[in-house]
């Protein structure tokens, strides 16, 4: 799902000003972003390679899950994003199949070819 984001907040803190770690001691960093889609709602999850460099104001692709009150953020499946690309393109063929059909002879009768 692509979302618009319109505000985007990273910590590696918790509210007492800990560092985030794992229950076995590695050091991660969450994120927390607001989107055009789901207004005021927060939505959460872990830093990572695909979400590190999000800015206010950009498009991105992501899934959202709810999980109870709260809103996770989870990364897309690559496979699940090609999938929807090649059905989008399926359809766009189709429909230049249905559009574009073979002229009948009686269409073509008088051309010189």
Known sequence: MKIKLTKVVRSDKDKAGNLLKTKDGRAYSRIGIQT?????????????????????????????EPNGDFLNLKKPDPVAELEERVKALEAIVYQSRVETRPATPEETAGLPF
């Open 36 to 64: 055009k889609e789901y207004g005021d709602k927060w939505i959460s999850g872990f830093v990572g390679y695909w979400n590190e460099n999000w800015v206010e104001g950009q498009i991105v692709g992501a899934v959202v």
